[in-house]
Each structure stands twice: as C-alpha cells, then as structure tokens.
C-alpha cells in the first residue's frame, strides 16, 4: 500500500521544482556524488560497489562457459540480471524479480551490449563450441531512486575490472587467470525525469514518486547514442529529448573518468 | 589446489593452512546502521566473508494467516549473490538458503522479545556477496547486531561462529579449504553469550563424544570472540554519531 | 511502569497475557536526566544494576538482576535503572502527543497513519471538522491494546504545512526539558511546529530549511550533552552569516 507520507512529501517535491529547487538543494542538471569502489568479491571475476547519493548497488561479473548461438557461432554474449533486494526498500519484495527490476536489467544489458563495450568475436574459445558468457549481476542494496544509473555504472565498472580465467580441457581453472576482459567502449546510463514540466537529472525516490515521466539514454562516447528507454505515464517533447540527450553525453562523459 | 587423496597436514606445529592457531578465528569487523531505508542494518567481513543485512519492523505480519496473537515472526530470508561462491549461483534460492533461513531465524527468536509484539512480524534480510565457508554464522551475528541497531527489544545478542575437524584435528572457524578435507565435519554454532544458551547447532560429518566435548568448548570461545567484535561495532554506532557532524 | 516490568521478568516459558498494562508506561521524563551527569552506552543483555531499584523503560529482570533490552544509554547514577534507545519504532502509549495523516474515510471515521505497526481508527464523532485523505492531523492516544493498535482523542486539524520526519526515539530531545529545545526551534526558525511523539513533526512557514537543518544536529547529536546551547548558537550563527 502506498502510504499518504509518500503523497506529502512528493508535493513538497513539486512546489520546489516549480521554483527551480530540489529537495535536496541540487541544481536541476546536478547528478548526486558517485562513488566507485572495487573488488568487493574475490569470488566473482570482477566486481564493484557504486553509490549515487543513497542509492546503492553491489555488481559482479561471472565469467561462465557455454555454447555459442547458432546463428553467432564465433560470438560470446552478456547477460544482465538485476535484484531489487528487500533490504533496500521496505517497497521490495523477496522473490523472482518483478516487472520493474526486469526493466532496469533490459536497459542496462542494451547499454552495453549495443554500445558494443565488448566486442563479442573476443569471447570465442573455439567457434561454434566453446564462448565466455560475462554473466553480469546487480543487486540495489539501499534505494534513493534512479537504480537505471547507478545499476549502470556498477555494472561498467565491474566489466573494467573483470579478468579472464584460465582454461584447461575446456574447463575454467578457479581463481586462476589468463587476462583481462578488454572493453572497447565505456557506455553509460544517463536518466532524466519529468517533473512539473521541468527536466530533473538523476531523480531520487521521493522525486520519483513525483515525476510524470522519465526518460534515460546510454551514450558509448561523445558522439554515439546506444540505447533509450522513456517510461511513466507522461510525455515528452522532442525538444526536451534532445535536451535529455546533451545531458547525457555531459553526464557520461564526467562518469567515465570514475568507472 | 588440494586433490583428495593427497595428505595433507591441516595443523603442523600448531600452526594450520593459513597461520592460524587452531582456537583463533578469521579476522573479523563489521559495522551497523549502513543501509539508510533499513530500520536496522549491518556489514559484516569475516575472513573473505562479506555480508549485508537489513532489519525491517516490527511490522503487521502478512497475509493474516501467518499472524501469531502471543508472539511476532521472525522472518529470515538468506540469499547468496550469484557471483559470491567460486562457480556461478543460480540467482534462484535453492534449498540450502532455505534451510539455512529457517535455522538462523530460528536461532534469533529466543533473543528478542517477541511477546511484544503481537500478530507483527520483523523481517531479516541477508545477503552474502563472498564466501568462503562459515556465511551462516557470518549472516546470524551481523542479524544480531542490526536488530539492535533497529531498536528492537532484546535479551541478549546472539553470535556464531564455524567449529570442526579437519586433519583428525578439531579447529575453530573453518576455512573452504579445511571444509574440503577429507574428514572434514563441520558444527555451526551460536550462542546468546550471556547465558551461554545454544540457539543454534547443526553437524555434518562423524565425530567422537571427546571430540565433540573438545569441539563445543572452543565454539563457544570463539562465540564470546564474536561477541566482542559486535560491542566494539555497537559502540562505535555512538562514537561514528560523534565525529558525524 | 512497574507492572510492565514485572510482566517481563515471568518465567521466559510463561504463556503471555495480554497486557493492558502496558498503555499505562509513560516516557521517561526528560527532566532529571541532567542531575545525574554520569552516562554509559549499553548493548541488549548489558546488567545496568545488581540490586533492587526502580524500573523504568527499556530494561528486564532475570534472576533479581536488571539488564538492559535495547542499544542505548543509561545513567548509573540514577535512582530509576533505564536505558534511552538509539533507534526503534513507535508503540503508542497513552495520552502521547502524535501527528497523523487520513489514510482513507472508513464508514463512520477515518483510519489515520501514526507512523507505528498499525493506522489508528478515528471515529468521526470525535472529530468537530470533516477530514479528507491526506489531512495532516494531531491527536493524543486514548487507550491502546494488546496488539499495540490505539485509539485517538483530543483532534486537531492542520491547515497547509508538512511533515518532517525523525526517529521516534530522538523525539524527547527534539522537545528538551520543559519544552527548551521546542522553544529555540520555534524561535529561531520562526516555523509553526508540532513535534508528535511518533516521529513526525507538523511544520509550517519561517525557514523551513534552516529548520530541516536544525532538526538533523539534533537528530544526530541528540545523546551528546548541552544540546540546546549548541542548537541555539547554530540557529544563531546561520542568521548572523545572512
């Protein structure tokens, strides 16, 4: 159930942003303090912890063999999960991940995969037998809203740091490598929020809770646009996409030198 | 790594695979009130154990069903990254994490007052993001500190730790690679350290009664070592308030 | 107070009662905290006293010896054995102060949330003013019962304003002895304000920022001594650098 403090406190939210103010005292085109820390799993291949303002992501890369698709027989692929964990949010639930952490997975996985930050011809083994699957998985562990950005950078960051285990007959040798994963391009995530008519970067819960619309886009270097996602109820202008997607290449741009 | 039928000497001269003296844990810290949504909330690292929870409640436990007019639930959901042990997990629960809820839940109802709290349930959420043996013990002693982090009324903290044999020898907070010795048995336990009640014991493996009598006593030494990392962390919640601003 | 207590030191096996008694706690009065300077920081299981003393909130006998329940401070110099938490929910208790908001209009009343495990019933006969969903209200708690779920009397409706939230156990600090720490906010500030013993604090015009300010030092130094000075210079200071 939706509590009516939620209502009060996004109201507040409004009245602020019509003014040119945010709740907490950001400028409207401000993105919250992000934070990169590494390695924080030697289980995993290559793992980070990310905070955007409160919101928090723990991300790890998995490197895991498998059989390439038929119709990619030379290619390895990614594949993106993501966990709202209860933890984060009295609103998560336990269970299999429901229509909105399925979202932020989709959208992060075409970040990367369309902004083509890995070539996938360098994940073949042997072709049309044997490919790396980067298996890589996000979990939110406190949420202050935009889990699109900060899901994105974790999982960025992650990558940069990913190796390459050895392999002997065919099978990965534990904790022993062969090399870095090199990433090709550094795509990121940039989201914007529609409120009181007003485009909001970086939006936090309670902003969310008060947006009509939102709109993110993925940028893989100064000039290359990979991926968009609009969602809510609200439209957008052409006019203020445009002005979401220059505030994407600023905001990614500033990024890449902490991933 | 150690193949099977190789010997191998878990303790030589007192000393075991990693340095360790047989009644000496792996390092460990933790540190509450991490998590700023939860009510309550703990991280904790033992050895290359690294461990989040999260407290929420005393709230109306749901469906109705479930309620209990005497008491509240405890609720303990116990989750492994999928990246957290050395072959990728399943990011679905298995039965392990199932069981292992259910017994660590189990472990920190006697602590807490739950008589208090009527048709309610307090939910206690763990998340394991690197093993490397022992994560249950890891899981209930970072719980116990964040339900005193959430303010929820309790008798005592609960800490765990890992006791076994590897070697023929009997050891305290076994690592993976004592784990994977062929004899290897290993005794989760946790106490409320007060009264030394046990709040939780499990066991896998054959082991003698003089073993046994061996291994319990250095559990609960190395419970009431646990026990002092988690005041340290308790306390500096009001030290951490003080440097704050 | 003392039923409570003597409730909690049952054998651990007995079969709970409800408790009607519990309502009757009152909080600890903020008062008399300053008499007995000497402060300890106490874990759940810590022993506050061996011996017989008078029992206050947060604490439980086993075996003739009083412990503490909760993280949180105790005052081992003082004549009543208590701890003062550092975090935990609301439970309401009788005649405590507390600002709601309508959840939803029920048949003949309200249901209003108080920021605890259940909303509160509100009958509409107690209320002189019609309220809506979403309608900021005060009240004080009339009678609670074993599950924790009260009633309220003595309504108020606020016009306009906001709720700021804290955490219920700092609540006490934020009004300070004989309502100290109120009157500094209020003034320095220039804010409407009703503090709810639940956590949530009605606020209306003045500097609200400045007042969101002032709540954080407190929230977060609130078992720190000489509080309402430090509030005070820093209401101060702010308006001298304006």
């Known amino acids: 159930m939706e509590k009516m403090i939620w209502d009060i406190e996004a109201n507040k939210v409004t009245s602020l942003i019509k003014e040119g103010k945010r709740v907490d005292g950001r400028k409207l085109d401000e993105r919250r303090k992000v934070t990169v820390l590494k390695n924080i799993s030697d289980n995993a291949d290559g793992s980070a912890k990310v905070t955007l303002g409160k919101t928090e992501v723990m991300a790890g890369v998995k490197m895991v063999l498998g059989t390439p698709y038929p119709d990619n027989p030379d290619k390895g692929t990614i594949s993106v999960g993501v966990e709202l964990l ?9 269970g299999p991940p429901r229509e909105n952490a399925i979202e932020i997975a989709r959208v992060v996985d075409r970040g990367i995969r369309e902004g083509k930050a890995i070539d996938f011809k360098s994940l073949c083994v042997r072709e049309g037998e044997l490919v790396w699957i980067a298996f890589i998985d996000f979990y939110v562990t406190n949420y202050d809203g935009n889990a699109f950005d900060a899901g994105s950078i974790a999982a960025l960051a992650a990558l940069n740091e990913t190796k390459i285990p050895k392999i002997e007959d065919d099978k990965v040798v534990k904790h022993e490598y062969s090399g870095k994963l090199k990433l090709a391009k550094q795509p990121l995530l940039t989201t914007v929020s529609k409120i009181a008519g007003n485009l909001v970067l970086d939006p936090v819960l309670i902003e969310e809770k008060a947006q009509d619309a939102r709109f993110s886009c993925a940028v893989s270097d100064d000039k290359t646009m990979c991926a968009f996602q609009k969602g809510f109820g609200g439209s957008f202008k052409v006019s203020e996409i445009d002005e979401c997607i220059d505030l994407s290449f600023k905001s990614a741009k500033e990024l890449r030198k902490l991933v | 790594m150690a193949k099977k039928d190789e010997k191998i000497e878990y303790v030589k001269n007192g000393k075991r695979l990693d340095g360790r003296k047989v009644d000496e844990i792996r390092p460990l810290k933790m540190k509450v009130g991490v998590l700023p949504n939860a009510d309550g909330s703990a991280y904790l690292e033992w050895g290359q154990n690294k461990v989040l929870v999260g407290v929420h409640g005393p709230k109306e436990a749901l469906p109705k069903h479930k309620q209990n007019p005497y008491k509240g639930l405890v609720r303990f959901t116990y989750r492994m990254a999928t990246f957290s042990v050395p072959d ?3 990011p679905r629960p298995g039965r392990r994490e199932s069981e292992i809820s259910k017994v660590s839940g189990e472990a920190l109802e006697k602590s807490i007052f739950l008589e208090r709290f009527p048709n309610c ?5 763990v998340e394991i993001f690197d093993s490397n043996a022992g ?4 899981g209930i002693t970072a719980a116990s500190v964040a339900l005193a982090d959430a303010g929820i009324p309790m008798k005592d903290l609960v800490c765990a730790v890992g006791v076994g044999k590897a070697g023929g020898e009997i050891i305290l907070d076994l690592n993976k690679d004592e784990e994977d010795a062929p004899d290897a048995v290993d005794i989760p336990i946790a106490i409320m350290p007060r009264t030394e009640e046990i709040v939780l014991l499990q066991m896998d493996g054959p082991i003698t009664k003089p073993e046994w009598n061996k291994a319990v006593k250095l559990g609960i030494q190395g419970c009431n070592q646990v026990y002092e990392a988690q005041k340290v962390a308790l306390r500096e919640k009001f030290a951490k308030v003080e440097k704050g601003k | 107070m003392e039923n409570k207590k003597e409730e909690m030191a049952m054998p651990k096996d007995a079969v709970p009662v409800a408790k009607e008694t519990k309502a009757e706690a009152k909080p600890m009065p903020e008062e008399g905290r300053a008499e007995h300077k000497e402060k300890k920081i106490v874990i759940p299981g810590d022993l506050i006293a061996e011996g017989r003393k008078k029992l206050g909130q947060h604490v439980f006998i086993e075996n003739g010896k009083i412990y503490s329940d909760a993280l949180g401070i105790t005052y081992p110099n003082s004549g009543t054995a208590y701890v003062v938490p550092l975090s935990g929910i609301y439970l309401p208790q009788r005649d405590d102060l507390i600002v709601g908001i309508v959840e939803r209009e029920t048949i003949k009343g309200y249901m209003v949330d108080i920021n605890s495990i259940y909303s509160c019933y509100l009958s509409a006969d107690k209320c002189r003013d019609r309220l809506e969903k979403g309608s900021i209200v005060s009240a004080k ?26 955490v219920p156990a700092k609540v006490p600090r934020m009004i300070g002895k004989n309502g100290s720490m109120l009157a500094v906010l209020k003034e320095g500030t220039g804010s409407s304000l009703l503090i709810g013993r639940n956590g949530w604090i009605w606020s209306k015009g003045g500097d609200q920022k400045k007042l969101a300010e002032a709540i954080n030092l407190i929230e977060s130094e609130a078992h720190l001594d000489n509080l309402t000075v430090k509030v005070e210079a820093f209401l101060k200071g702010k308006k001298v650098n304006e």
């Open chain 1, 86 to 94: 209860p933890l984060a949010s009295p609103q998560f639930e336990v």
């Open chain 2, 88 to 90: 990728r997990k399943n």
């Open chain 2, 121 to 125: 349930a307090i939910d206690i959420y």
């Open chain 2, 135 to 138: 994560s249950r013990a890891a």
């Open chain 3, 141 to 166: 708690i009339d009678s609670v019962n074993e599950v924790n779920e009260a009633d309220l009397f003595d309504v108020r409706v606020f016009y306009g304003g906001t709720i700021i939230r804290v």
